[in-house]
């Protein structure tokens, strides 16, 4: 399986259409690389990726165990560095409704074996995975 994505420069200097299959989305290079940073800009793209391949993933995993969530939300923050350039570490918390933290906890197991963005970036990049259940 392949998974396809392309980015065209626009007129506007610093400005991109990244499109996926039918999808269409405006990337914008950031004010230090002469874009406006109006759009969402590539390393937010990044880690969005893998916030919803988590977010998904979780919800995916609870489901498949027999214990659907009533709700997920992820927040990823990853912290650059310029020498080398790049991220010296991703903090991921997962929050969830609905079930207990034994179950939160057998769910993040199957996530982190089966999400490949987690997988690709945990590989590199030290990642940091906070469970919390919300009330």
Not at 19 to 32: G, Q, Y
Not at 52 to 59: P, R, V
């Amino acid at each position: 399986m392949s998974t396809t994505v392309h980015a065209t420069s626009s007129l506007d200097f610093g400005r991109f259409v990244l499109t996926s299959r039918t999808n269409h989305l405006v990337v914008d290079a950031s004010e230090r690389r002469g874009g406006t940073g109006e759009a969402i800009q590539p390393v937010e793209v990044f880690l969005a990726s893998l916030a919803t391949c988590t977010a998904s993933s979780f919800q995916y995993w609870a489901r498949e165990q027999g214990n659907p969530v009533g709700r997920v939300e992820v927040t990823v923050t990853g912290e650059t560095v310029t020498e080398p350039v790049g991220f010296s570490g991703i903090h991921i918390t997962v929050s969830v409704t609905g079930i207990t933290q034994g179950q939160l906890a057998d769910i993040a197991e199957a996530y982190r074996t089966t999400c490949p963005i987690y997988s690709t970036i945990a590989a590199t990049v030290p990642v940091e995975v906070e469970l919390r259940i919300l009330a």
